[in-house]
């Protein structure tokens, strides 16, 4: 039994909307009366109608309607994400780290430019390439170090590729901070060793 038909057996049941609704389906001359009506009224209220088709159609009514929308239902909506985000939560994890595994010199590279933008160690017109491919042409076992420190009591080194160096993780770590005023700042090897 098709819906039609079911809806006609139920007919007292209906709201006003779904008779009118189920008599555009099956009646032609009502459907072509409220056609007419309809022509008609686009005629009258033409300009009415398209200035209130262009505020329907504009991406703020249409953004204000979809948040309308969603608060409408929050819950459902609130469900839905949490939901969404638990299926996709282990896929999604196990993306990054393999992202991160294939890319990790340049995870490192962007890493230091995060941390260097956050000390204002990194001017707007640094050549950025040319940093991502220090990094990325690091060595293994080697670490990319500031040759001024971008951190010191005395002084404030550039995140600049001129002022980058490979050195030996041992070497790195045992450096540190360390600065002694001249351009090669090696005083730190012979406190050291």
């Known amino acids: 039994m098709t819906i039609l038909k079911m809806k006609k ?10 008779k009118r609704k189920l008599r ?20 009258k209220y033409c300009e009415q109608v ?22 409408k239902h929050r819950d459902r909506n609130l469900k839905n994400d949490k939901r969404r985000y638990q299926q996709t939560l282990e ?10 595994r294939r890319n990790k010199k340049e995870n490192q590279a962007r890493g230091a430019e995060y941390r260097a933008k956050k000390k204002k160690a990194s001017p707007k017109w640094t050549n950025k390439e040319e940093l991502k491919n220090l990094y ?3 060595p293994a ?12 009591k005395d002084v404030c080194g550039l995140h600049v590729p ?30 050291n060793g």
């Open 136 to 138: 990325i042409n690091c």
């Open 91 to 100: 896929a999604s994890r196990a993306w990054q780290r393999d992202y991160y």
């Open 50 to 71: 398209r200035a209130r088709d262009k505020v329907r159609n504009s991406k703020e009514y249409r953004k204000k309607q979809r948040r309308a929308s969603w608060w």
């Open 141 to 152: 076992n080697y670490h990319v170090d500031h040759i001024i420190p971008l951190t010191h």
């Open 24 to 43: 555009y389906q099956t009646d032609p001359v009502y459907r072509q009366l409220r056609i007419e009506r309809s022509r008609e009224y686009r005629r």
């Open 162 to 191: 001129w002022n980058l160096q490979y050195l030996s993780s041992s070497d790195n770590i045992s450096k540190g901070n360390s600065f002694d005023f001249t351009y090669d700042n090696m005083s730190w090897k012979n406190k």
């Open 9 to 18: 057996i139920n007919e007292e049941k209906l709201t006003d909307n779904e």
